[in-house]
DNA sequence: GATTATATGGTTTTT
DNA sequence: CCATATAATC
């Protein structure tokens, strides 16, 4: 029976498959084309591992590209061998199970086990901070620019010293006129530190870190995992790549599935130089190439290997199928963008009505997030559900933020980021100015914010202020004291109602409010979720039930995540977030230059072979049919712009396109190979140099309206604010910011009395004496 | 200090 | 067009 169950599995398999499957020991590199069955091989070869060969789970470690495709995985294996054995198997992300890793080692690296995540927002407001108290200018130190060149240098395991030292990435950095790039560098970590945060790249980064430096570490992990798979091979960076030698030098058990031609994550450190490494760091490394696809008509799949051929850089592979011919592609034309959106909803329309297809067998697939709109206009209009993944997730939303800073605080009070962002939400008096003040201290000090807080009354600030700060502190210590008598879920409703913020949102009666309360509601739902779904958890880690681990779940959680497979709606997001699925029928809409290819993207020969490689993954996503659409024009920043159709719509045969509705023409050591090198070499191995290029800044040649400006005005060092309950018509006073002026006319009530003032500089002004500081200078 | 009006500038792609 | 940053007003 048991040799029953395993025949019935190898049995699916072809030649190519069945031989990945089998090779138990020693490393092998499977180069799996789109729609191969990857999945099925790897999941029926950790099945395979378990039962025929009693591979114990808790020693198979397999990192994917989202959680659901762990998820999933784990699903199959425990379909294909009929139990739950597959539930102890070590998989996730790289960024989940390494946050899981360092969780349980945090005080080897100084930090402790309940450190916050910080997610790309937290990380920009951080380099923002730091670009500031450091005195440099924002718009020479885009935080967006340099937090990305940040990102580059750790995935490329470059540290701030080496940063800091290596005279290429210096010079690098002074022709981009960013010389104290490395400097920002240096703070924003040392405050990440500080503020007991890790930001998505150190989850890497710090994972390598403690491997390097704890021999003890490295090998109880290299003991640990027997088995490694790695799947989306093809879209590793360095950092990964060198964590993954590392974990699998002892048994060299490594198992490696990915596709060159699908490579399409560049931007975030990714290069293919990892595949084309792996056969020339381990010996004997086994190759299989999946090349039968099961997912695509005939058709499709040779618009798809004809595309692709235009890439040099590439591993030879040809795809084929045995499934149908297939319809021809269709190649639609339209106007406008929003004329494209009618064109898809009409489309979807029909097939449904013709073809009998549902909502979930369709899917709109674009280059960028902006483009969604005049598709959901459209499906709207026509009254077709429909869903979006990606653009601002759910979690990045403000009101669940604020929430959210809330519990990450409770957590972690070192987190200045989650402390500034709701210190005063919901309003309590504590305003800018006295902020900025006590960062000020607790850097001079060198302490955190926190710290501060709890001690501020040493710090000379007003009482009504004080009062609210001590008001605010002891709400959150008694959080704290809650924290390990309730659950995650009980806790955030104590946090909803002592804050008020459930309250506020409630009584917010717009429909904007309304929606935030919903959404709140919504958060709490997913915590009392998380509580009640139970999980594993082994030796020693943070109990999984908590609001910790809660809280890292959804800050690591990706669009692909998302689930509502099963919603019946129609499916829209990017090609990028479409990596690894499937649709019966795919629209892929902007086909224009300057969206796609993206005008960021053409000026080397590297940028454009990506955003090939990303028409070619749309184009495989499809089933049965595909439909590529372009506009004449579309919308961009309000305005109507004109684009010519894709340059990639050139290089598809025109014998498998129907373009009927085209509008004729198209066109108008220790075995470190890898880190050789000094940091510059190893920050540009991938594509681009981490720098997101910088398209030349057109100015608008109108000049705008003139607007009355403010004559700034310093006021002398002894300024001291005057009494002005008596102030009186005639008197001469200076205003901080206006200047000198003579009181023209005095109105308002008694308890909000209002002058009107002529200034020297700035003309007439009325002024709230409540809140003004005046200096009266005579009679 | 908080709320509201105006201005600027931004679009790749994401863990 | 939209979201966020800054300035004006209360």
């Not at 004809?306 to 590439?314: A, L």
């Amino acid at each position: 029976m048991y040799l029953c169950r395993m025949q019935n599995y190898l049995d699916g398999l072809n030649e190519a498959q069945r031989t990945a499957v089998l090779h138990k020991d020693g490393p092998i590199m499977i180069i799996a084309g789109a729609g191969s069955g990857k999945t099925k091989v790897l999941t029926t070869r950790i099945a395979h591992l378990m039962s025929k060969h009693g591979i114990d789970p808790f020693r198979i470690l397999a990192l994917t590209f989202t959680n659901k495709a762990a998820a999933e995985m784990k699903e199959r294996i425990e379909k294909t061998l009929g139990n739950t054995e597959a539930r102890n198997l070590y998989i996730g992300t790289f960024h989940s199970v390494f946050a899981r890793i360092l969780r349980s080692e945090a005080p080897k690296l100084g930090y402790t086990s309940n450190f916050t995540i910080y997610d790309t927002d937290d990380s920009r407001s951080v380099v923002k901070t730091v670009v500031k108290e450091m005195n440099l200018d924002e718009k020479q130190y885009k935080p967006n620019v340099v937090f990305n060149r940040i990102s580059s240098a750790k995935n490329a395991l470059v540290g701030p010293e080496e940063y800091r030292t290596d005279s290429m990435l210096q010079q690098e950095d002074a022709r981009a006129n960013r010389p104290q790039t490395g400097a920002i560098y240096d703070a924003y970590a040392k405050r990440c530190f500080k503020n007991g945060a890790m930001d998505f790249d150190d989850l890497l980064f710090k994972m390598y870190s403690l491997l390097t430096q704890f021999p003890e570490a490295l090998s109880k992990y290299q003991h640990k995992f027997q088995y490694i798979l790695i799947d989306e091979y093809q879209d590793t960076n360095p950092a990964q790549y060198e964590i993954i030698k590392l974990l699998g030098a002892m048994h060299e058990n490594v198992c490696v599935v990915g596709d060159d031609a699908q490579s399409i994550y560049s931007f975030r450190g990714a290069t293919i130089e990892n595949i084309l490494q792996f056969s020339k760091d381990y010996e004997d490394v086994v190759m299989v190439k999946l090349e039968q696809n099961y997912r695509s008509t005939k058709n499709i799949l040779h618009i798809a290997n004809e595309v692709i051929s235009n890439n040099k850089g590439q591993i030879q592979k040809k795809l084929f199928t045995d499934n149908d011919e297939g319809e021809k592609i269709k190649l639609v034309r339209t106007f406008t963008d929003n004329d494209e959106g009618k064109m898809v909803a009409d489309s979807i329309q029909e097939l449904k009505l013709r073809n009998h297809f549902f909502n979930p067998d369709f899917a709109i697939l674009y280059r960028t997030n902006a483009q969604s709109r005049s598709f959901e206009e459209a499906l709207r209009k026509t009254g077709i559900t429909y869903r979006i993944y990606g653009g601002i997730s759910f979690y990045q939303r403000k009101e669940v933020k604020d929430f959210i800073a809330y519990l990450r605080i409770v957590i972690n009070p070192q987190d200045e980021e989650a402390l500034k962002r709701i210190i005063n939400y919901p309003a309590r008096g504590i305003g800018k100015t006295s902020i900025e003040k006590l960062v000020l201290y607790a850097n001079e000090r060198n302490t955190s914010f926190w710290n501060i807080l709890t001690n501020a009354s040493m710090f000379g600030i007003k009482s009504a202020t004080l009062e609210a700060i001590d008001g605010f502190v002891t709400m959150i210590k008694m959080f704290q004291s809650e924290l390990h008598k309730k659950n995650a879920y009980d806790l955030a409703v104590l946090v909803g109602k002592s804050t008020q913020i459930v309250k506020e949102l409630f009584n917010d009666k717009t429909v904007e409010g309304l929606a935030r309360y919903e959404n709140v509601q919504e958060l709490l739902n997913s915590i009392k979720e998380f509580t009640e779904t139970p999980s594993n958890l082994e030796d020693g880690e943070v109990g999984d039930k908590s609001l910790a681990a809660y809280l890292q779940q959804i800050v690591l959680l990706t669009d692909a995540d998302d689930d509502k497979t099963n919603a019946d709606a129609v499916k829209l997001m990017t090609i990028h977030a479409a990596k690894g699925l499937e649709f019966p029928v795919v629209f892929v809409g902007g086909l224009e230059e300057t969206l796609f290819p993206n005008a960021m993207a053409v000026h080397t020969r590297e940028e454009l072979e990506e955003e090939r490689r990303l028409f070619y993954v749309a184009i495989t996503r499809a089933k049965k049919h595909l439909y590529l659409s372009y506009a004449n024009a579309r919308y961009r920043f309000g305005q109507l712009q004109q684009n010519d159709p894709s340059r990639f719509l050139e290089e598809i045969p025109d014998e498998f396109v129907d373009k009927s509705n085209a509008g004729g023409n198209a066109r108008n050591n220790g075995g470190h190979t890898q880190m050789q090198g000094n940091a510059f070499q190893r920050m540009h191995r991938g594509f681009g140099n981490g720098y997101a290029q910088e398209t030349p800044k057109s100015k608008p040649a109108y000049t705008s309206p003139a607007r009355p400006k403010v004559v700034e005005h310093t006021p002398n060092a002894d300024f001291v604010p005057s009494d002005t309950q008596h102030l009186a018509v005639g008197q001469k006073v200076e205003h901080q910011k206006f200047g000198f002026g003579k009181v023209m006319k005095m109105e308002g009530a008694a308890h909000n009395p209002i002058a009107t003032i002529q200034f020297e500089e700035n003309g007439e002004k009325k002024i709230m004496l409540n809140y003004a500081r005046l200096r009266i200078l005579e009679n």
